[in-house]
Nanobody, 125 residues
Framework: QVRVAITGGGSVEAGGSLRLSCEAP????????VSWFRQVPGKEREGVAA???????SYADSVKGRFTISKDTSNYTLYLQMNSLKPEDTAMYYC???????????????????WGQGTQVTVSS
């Protein structure tokens, strides 16, 4: 597993915002994609957003215009700003590293080699 510290999960009402942070020394600043995934019980882990070394991004259609992925290589931290949250965004969220070189859709979990622990995001209606 990636040695990461994920913060920012929690509960919010629909329409609210949360920001997730994933601190991963050694992985955020390299030449491979880092990404956010999410998973609900009984379903496949879904790619939410990815960012590559040059800052290019890709997003799942379900979050485009609402979520923003970014990273700060000076403190080895990956972020996911989530706005206009919906109940269907409720899931366990994971950060992943050592992905492909380019950020393209779809974001495929099998292309990532290292994973952090999850953080729960719950959106109530």
């Amino acid at each position: 597993q990636v040695r990461v510290a994920i913060t920012g999960g929690g509960s919010v009402e629909a329409g609210g915002s949360l920001r997730l942070s994933c601190e991963a020394p050694g992985y955020i600043a390299n030449r491979r994609c880092v990404s956010w995934f999410r998973q609900v019980p009984g379903k496949e882990r879904e790619g939410v957003a990815a960012i590559d070394a040059d800052g290019s991004t890709s997003y799942a259609d379900s979050v485009k215009g609402r979520f923003t992925i970014s990273k700060d290589t000076s403190n080895y931290t990956l972020y996911l700003q989530m706005n206009s949250l919906k109940p269907e965004d409720t899931a366990m969220y994971y950060c992943a590293a050592e992905g492909p070189v380019l950020a393209r859709s779809p974001i495929i979990k099998d292309m990532y080699n290292l994973w952090g622990q999850g953080t729960q995001v719950t959106v109530s209606s």
